[in-house]
């Protein structure tokens, strides 16, 4: 997790306006929104990175409700969509969206089922793996 953490912050892009980080009373209060407790390696991510801005991926954040990329929304969304309830949102790919299970297992679910990513992935054993070999890779 530091590595991918490192990773992500040597990465991150100068934006007008910086993105900033939820605190633990704040992530709270989102798994109370969304009636699902958040993976741990969400909520470290969201603790720790959800700031980086980088590339043409837009994973989620936690800590503006203004953003197009806040969890709670993004999820509501997704789950309208007919993304499985069970499954949260991490990021959307146009109708598409990469989720975590509460195994915090990383899958990519196309619209109508879980299947393969555009680059022929099927899932990812955790939320480090797929900031590495997907997000920063892009």
Same mark, same amino acid.
């Given at each position: 997790? $530091? #590595?991918?953490?490192?990773l %992500?912050r *040597?990465k991150?892009e100068? +934006?007008?306006?910086? @993105?900033?980080l939820?605190?633990d009373d704040l992530?709270?209060?989102?798994?109370?929104?969304?009636?699902?407790?958040?993976? $741990? #390696?969400?909520?470290?991510? %969201?603790? *720790?990175g959800?700031?980086? +801005?980088?590339?043409? @991926?837009e994973?989620v954040?936690?800590a503006d409700?203004?953003?197009?990329?806040?969890?709670p929304?993004?999820?509501?969304?997704?789950?309208?969509?007919?993304?499985?309830r069970?499954?949260?949102p991490?990021?959307?790919?146009?109708e598409?969206?990469y989720?975590?299970?509460e195994?915090?297992?990383?899958?990519?679910w196309?619209?109508?089922?879980l299947?393969?990513?555009?680059?022929?992935?099927?899932?990812?054993?955790?939320?480090w793996?797929w900031?590495?070999?997907?997000?920063?890779q892009?």
């Open positions: 997790m $530091d #590595d991918v953490i490192e %992500l *040597e991150n100068t +934006v007008p306006v910086p @993105l900033e939820p605190d992530l709270v209060e989102i798994e109370e929104q969304l009636l699902i407790s958040l993976p $741990d #390696d969400l909520w470290d991510y %969201l603790l *720790e959800s700031d980086v +801005v980088y590339g043409s @991926l994973p954040t936690a409700p203004r953003s197009h990329t806040y969890l929304e993004v999820a509501a969304q997704a789950w309208n969509d007919g993304l499985p069970h499954l949260i991490i990021c959307q790919l146009g598409c969206y989720c975590i299970d195994d915090g297992e990383i899958l990519f196309n619209g109508e089922k299947g393969k990513d555009p680059h022929g992935n099927k899932k990812w054993a955790n939320l793996e900031i590495r070999d997907v997000w920063l892009e």
